[in-house]
């Protein structure tokens, strides 16, 4: 293959991307905002940029990085597909058939294999940052306990440099769409609607983005990731009980 067919064909594969991205946008808008109740909080928080964003979130369905692109870009992603956050899934859950997988990939979905999952691949993300942004669960599998934190996300924050800009999540609900919520196995129902598949309500509510400067700074921490998970569940179940809280001192979107 010559080097102009090769940019042919790169060419292809970007507007192939976009216009699958634009296909799976507005179908997830219209089941997620028209047929169910979405409910979206502090979107603003989220700067409105290409690169170098990292949406840390727990994770309670299947389909929790496809509600936060949509929560959080839409309909801005018809216009600017450079801003849709990369997101990382299971590659035993999502990866079996090639037609599903290169679909996925083709939305900025990257395969983990979770036996194999090293610095390695961490650092690959951190890559990633530099040309894009990124969405991932710093639980790192599906769970309704928001204080469980694995070491994927502090070690990206940690390593990054620049260091990037960290906007956290909060997800409720979200396992009333589709099946496989936390502590259930995968199987064909999972993936799909729940019945009815209408007017059921979810909450996403982005918080401001975490400082993380006085940690990493601190000569006296030898382990600062610790600290930066911690953090992490700290802004996360603050968003929560906000959420919780009375209605009269609502949080502005």
Request: charged residues 20%; proline residues 7%.
């Amino acid at each position: 293959m010559s080097n102009r067919d090769g940019e042919h064909l790169k060419k292809f594969e970007v507007w192939l991307s976009y216009l699958v991205l634009s296909i799976a946008s507005l179908l997830s808008f219209l089941y997620f905002r028209l047929l169910n109740r979405t409910k979206i909080v502090g979107r603003k928080n989220i700067p409105r940029q290409s690169q170098n964003i990292l949406l840390v979130s727990n994770h309670r369905s299947l389909h929790d990085s496809l509600i936060i692109g949509v929560a959080g870009y839409f309909p801005e992603i018809l216009i600017y597909p450079s801003q849709a956050p990369y997101n990382l899934a299971a590659k035993e859950n999502f990866f079996k058939s090639w037609i599903v997988g290169f679909i996925l990939k083709l939305c900025r979905t990257i395969p983990v294999e979770r036996k194999k999952f090293s610095r390695g691949f961490l650092f690959s993300v951190i890559s990633l940052l530099k040309r894009g942004n990124v969405c991932i669960f710093y639980q790192a599998t599906r769970s309704f306990d928001i204080a469980e934190a694995k070491g994927g996300a502090s070690f990206i924050i940690s390593k990054s440099n620049p260091r990037p800009v960290v906007v956290p999540i909060y997800l409720e609900g979200t396992e009333k769409l589709f099946g496989g919520g936390p502590g259930l196995k995968p199987k064909l129902s999972s993936y799909l609607p729940r019945f009815p598949w209408f007017g059921r309500k979810i909450t996403v509510a982005f918080g401001e983005p975490i400082n993380f400067e006085n940690i990493l700074e601190d000569e006296g921490n030898p382990n600062p990731n610790d600290r930066i998970s911690e953090l992490i569940v700290e802004k996360i179940s603050s968003l929560a009980s906000n959420l919780h809280s009375s209605t009269k001192n609502p949080i502005p979107v």
